[in-house]
């Protein structure tokens, strides 16, 4: 349910532009790394695979699951919660992941593990990732697949007054954006290793999306 309603809200809200690298028979079972810059991403992600017919789980903040009628839904589709402030939160968020992934689920990360503080709308490249990508790859032996976005931030970026402003103006500015997934690789060497070699992935499908989302897209400096 959410899959479809991000795909008809991303299709008010913007022209979304989706490309691949992934042969479809990879997906399942597969983990889906992608670059986070906006509130709006992740039904701008859901969307894009939505299209290639993907209903990916995903993990996200434990917040998300007190929002009336969406937290109910996140429960139903088997979405991960991951609990802030808890020490034990991340273990807990990777093995439910890695049964997800045994079971032939597909499951979306984002490596970076939080959003960016940027003001404006320009695109920034990926940031540092944290471990739990290299760690769920290296538990369950799942391919990566690198997944990068760009637009995003057009629709929603900044403080609380340029979010409603986005979201007010978006059906009408329409944004471009593109949704890019590279080929699978498989995470080996150390942590720290495994890790950089992910962000490059992620990054080199991030500046595919940026390039086919075309001149709207402005990058930071």
Not at 28 to 56: E, F, K, Q, T, Y
Request: glycine content about 10%.
């Amino acid at each position: 349910m959410l899959s479809h309603l991000a795909d008809t809200l991303i299709h008010r809200c913007g022209r979304l532009t989706v490309s691949s690298e992934a042969p479809p028979s990879v997906l399942p079972g597969s983990i889906l790394a992608a670059n986070h810059s906006s509130l709006a991403d992740p039904a701008v992600v859901l969307a894009a695979l939505h299209r290639l017919d993907v209903r990916p789980v995903v993990l996200a903040t434990a917040g998300l699951w007190r929002i009336p009628l969406l937290g109910t839904a996140l429960r139903r589709e088997g979405h991960i919660p991951v609990h802030r402030g808890d020490r034990h939160a991340a273990t807990r968020a990777l093995a439910d992941a890695a049964d997800a992934l045994r079971s032939g689920r597909t499951v979306l990360i984002y490596g970076e593990g939080g959003l960016p503080h940027h003001a404006g709308a320009e695109e920034h490249a990926p940031r540092a990732f944290r471990s739990g990508l290299a760690r769920l790859a290296r538990t369950t032996e799942a391919p990566v697949v690198p997944l990068g976005q760009a637009g995003a931030r057009r629709l929603l970026s900044g403080g609380p007054a340029k979010h409603l402003a986005g979201a007010l103006t978006a059906p009408v500015r329409r944004p471009a954006l593109h949704v890019h997934l590279g080929a699978p690789l498989r995470l080996e060497g150390p942590l720290p290793v495994a890790t950089a070699a992910a962000r490059a992935a992620v990054t080199s499908a991030w500046h595919i999306a940026v390039a086919r989302a075309g001149a709207a897209v402005t990058l930071a400096a």
